[in-house]
């Protein structure tokens, strides 16, 4: 079965500070890879998404991700973070074939401090 | 666009008795999808519909869990008995699937928070 591990459970950082977090994958043939997003009392939302061709993509609010398919990542980052992204940060991959529900990592809550 | 809506949002419940949760997908969604989220844990899939189809059920614990989507449309998710464990929340999600193309862009709804006693 596959699995994704987030390295980061809980980080604190400054307003303007620079964000990467870090997402690894276990299977190794196509995937398809997603980070949500929880901001407090609301529910999750797409940040972004990797299907095929250009690895790094990006998302909205200013957030990127680059796939690395040799090292089975998908590291997400923000050069200048906001007070307003203070958030649960969620990997997810899906592996194709005919079930396509999502894996998710076990979250990152991201704390952004004025 | 409305987005997913799930009903009750809060249940507190004594163990061994049941529960039921309904979620309504976004509008000509075919795909509808029940996650299990633990604190502390990122969400874990239950069942995943295709119209009124299951395309995957294999992490639902079937002794206690059922879920059924009749019409191709609103989904009921049902534990019965529960157990202390079974606090969580509840995600309902949805994916447009046009012709032979899925879209693996899942929506979710603000979830039932379930609470064990």
């Known amino acids: 079965a596959q699995s994704v591990s987030q390295h980061n459970h809980h980080v604190i950082l400054s307003e303007a500070a620079s964000l990467e977090l870090g997402c690894n994958y276990s299977?190794?043939?196509?995937?398809?890879l997603f980070w949500y997003v929880q901001y407090p009392g609301q529910h999750l939302q797409l940040l972004l998404k990797?299907?095929?061709?250009?690895?790094l993509v990006k998302g909205i609010k200013g957030f990127e991700a680059e796939f690395i398919k040799s090292k089975f990542s998908f590291n997400l980052r923000k050069p200048s973070v906001q007070w307003s992204d203070t958030a649960e940060y969620f990997c997810?991959?899906?592996?194709?074939?005919?079930?396509?529900?999502?894996?998710f990592g076990k979250g990152t809550h991201l704390i952004i401090q004025p | 666009e409305a987005g997913v809506a799930q009903s009750p949002r809060y249940k507190i419940i004594e163990k061994r008795q049941s529960v039921a949760f309904w979620c309504n997908p976004i509008s000509g969604h075919a795909t509808l999808y029940w996650y299990q989220q633990i604190l502390g844990q990122g969400p874990k899939l239950l069942i995943q519909?295709?119209?009124?189809?299951?395309?995957?059920d294999s992490q639902l614990p079937k002794d206690r869990f059922s879920a059924e989507r009749l019409k191709g449309v609103d989904s009921t998710l049902k534990i019965q008995p529960a157990k202390l464990e079974d606090s969580a929340v509840y995600l309902c999600a949805s994916s447009l699937q046009v012709d032979m193309i899925r879209s693996y862009e899942q929506y979710f709804g603000p979830g039932t928070r379930l609470t064990v006693t």
């Open positions: 299977y190794g043939g196509t995937v398809n």
């Open positions: 997810a991959v899906h592996s194709g074939g005919g079930a396509d529900g999502l894996t």
């Open positions: 990797y299907f095929s061709g250009d690895p």
């Open positions: 519909f295709q119209n009124n189809g299951v395309v995957d």
